[in-house]
């Protein structure tokens, strides 16, 4: 039987409804995010439109901050103090990664914890594992999200997640090792350091993949039945056309004939990061208000 494709696309849908209900609540308050880029790289591009066009979507005001592809240390440490302390904003992103020769983890200690709602600050970062209330990484948010709200709850169940990353795997392993609703997994992380990798996503119910690497999850690494969701996002040469395009971590086609559910790429985890972005700003802003 055919996997279930798992529709990000429309779960983001049900949570941008979601958050206009919430900003209609805040009586005329307008959350705001900044977004601050070094440089103008391509690949983030895409990103950047779909944050823009959610933020229109549901009433966020939303900015870019670019800075130059040059730009120094105290530059971007001054930028974010700027963003940190306009109250047009509730919600600040730092596009990762930066170029070499910033120090990314001082900049993103930079970034307000109160404001930091893609949780890349060090004090969220640790308020995570601590099962504290906090931002979460939007990414490692929106996988959780979205397994919760397709009937694939990560209760009770062995997950392995293949990737080590700040931005996914490390997160999620603890979002979901909490003792909380959607959580409560046994969670096993995978990385290049493993040995007998398919031994150890054939035990999955749950695999994610986040590795970075295209098609790295093949059939013979799926149990029957398990539920699969792809991280990964992947610029390749179409064979057929000579154009690029774009697949997952996963080797879709084939694992869709083992999985009982599957995302797809692109329109899998990708909406719903950005729509948990989103979620990420309202909730700032409310709590702003609420003081």
């Known amino acids: 039987m055919p996997a279930e494709i798992l529709d990000g696309r429309s779960i983001a849908a049900a949570i941008r409804q979601e958050l206009k209900d919430r900003i209609t609540a805040l009586e005329g ?31 966020i005001y939303n900015e870019t901050v670019r800075l130059p592809q040059d730009a120094t240390q105290k530059s971007l440490e001054d930028a974010i ?17 930066l170029p070499k020769h910033l120090n990314s983890l001082r900049a993103q200690g930079a970034v307000s914890p109160d404001k930091d709602v893609d949780g890349t600050n060090p004090v969220n970062s640790g308020k995570l594992l601590l099962g504290e209330e906090t931002f979460f990484p939007s990414t490692a948010y929106g996988v959780k999200e979205l397994l919760v709200r397709s009937g694939h709850s990560p209760e009770g169940r062995h997950v392995v997640i293949c ?82 395009r774009l697949v997952g971590d996963v080797d879709f086609d084939a694992v869709a ?21 989103l979620t990420n700003t309202v909730v700032a802003a409310e709590k702003l208000l609420a003081r």
Do not use: W
């Open 29 to 59: 308050a307008v959350p705001g995010l900044a977004v601050l880029v070094i440089g103008d790289d391509p690949a983030a591009q895409s990103y950047l439109r779909g944050i823009a066009r959610g933020c229109e979507a549901v009433g």
């Open 81 to 97: 103090s700027r963003l940190n302390s306009d109250t047009r904003f509730h919600g600040i992103i730092l596009q990762l990664p």
């Open 163 to 244: 990737g080590r990353s700040n931005i996914v795997g490390k997160p999620l392993a603890g979002i979901l090792v909490q003792k909380r609703p959607g959580a409560n997994a046994t969670v096993t992380i995978c990385h290049t350091g493993t040995r007998n990798l398919p031994e150890i996503t054939r035990s999955a119910d749950i695999l994610v993949a986040a590795i970075g690497r295209p098609r790295a999850i093949t059939a013979d690494m799926v149990r029957e039945g398990a539920v699969v969701v792809d991280v990964g996002v992947n610029q390749v040469e179409d064979t057929a056309t000579g154009k690029p």
């Open 257 to 277: 004939e083992k999985a009982v559910a599957i995302t797809p790429v692109p329109g899998g985890t990708g909406p719903v990061t950005t729509a948990m972005l």
